[in-house]
C-alpha cells in the first residue's frame, strides 16, 4: 500500500489505524511536514484508496497525520505541531468518512480524493451536481456539460439530471 501522490519524506506509514475494512495511513511529512492521512477501504484481499484527508487550516509543519484512530466511519487525526491555541499546542480533526454534508450524491471522503467542496453540491456552478458528474463520467471542478447530450437522446445532461 502507497499513497497515490507520496513522495520523499512523507512519512507515509508512520501511524497507520484498521477498522474492519476501513484503514487510514498518516504521512505527517507530506506537503512541507503539513501532513495528510489517506483512507482505504479493503474489496476481498485487495486495498483501494479512497480519500486523502487534510487539516481544514493546514499550515507548514503541523503534522497532521502523527497520530490516527479510526472507529466505524469516524476518524479522527493529530496535529502536534498545530499552533491555534498557541506555538506547538497542537489539534485533533474529526471526519465523517460516510456523510455527503451537500447531498450531491459523493460522501466527503470521496469529495476530498476528487477535489470538489463537500460543502456545496455544485463545485463548478455548471448545475449539475458533482455525484452527477462522476457517475457520468465529467468532471467536477471543470463546468460546460450541462448544455451537451452525452447519450444523444435530445436531452441535456442538465435536463436528464432534473427528470432523473
Known amino acids: 500500500m502507497t499513497a497515490s501522490d507520496g513522495a520523499i519524506n512523507d512519512l507515509f506509514g508512520l501511524s497507520v489505524s484498521v477498522e474492519g475494512d476501513t484503514a487510514i495511513v498518516g504521512a505527517e511529512g507530506d ?15 485487495v486495498w483501494t484508496q479512497q480519500a486523502k484527508l487534510t487539516a481544514s487550516d493546514g499550515a507548514s509543519v503541523d503534522r497532521f497525520g502523527h497520530s490516527i484512530s479510526v472507529d466505524g466511519e469516524t476518524a479522527v487525526v493529530g496535529a502536534y505541531f498545530d499552533d491555534d491555541a498557541g506555538s506547538d499546542s497542537g489539534s485533533a480533526y474529526f471526519f465523517e468518512l460516510d456523510q455527503d454534508t451537500d447531498g450531491d450524491g459523493l460522501l466527503n471522503a470521496q469529495e476530498a480524493l476528487l477535489g470538489t467542496d463537500p460543502n456545496n453540491a455544485d463545485t463548478d456552478g455548471d448545475g449539475l451536481l458533482d455525484g452527477f458528474e462522476v457517475q457520468y463520467g465529467f468532471n467536477p471542478l471543470v463546468g460546460g456539460e450541462e448544455s451537451m447530450d452525452a447519450d444523444n437522446d435530445l436531452l441535456t445532461n442538465l435536463q436528464e439530471q432534473t427528470l432523473g
Open 31 to 45: 506537503d512541507n511536514n503539513s501532513g495528510s492521512a489517506y483512507v482505504y477501504a479493503r474489496n476481498g484481499s
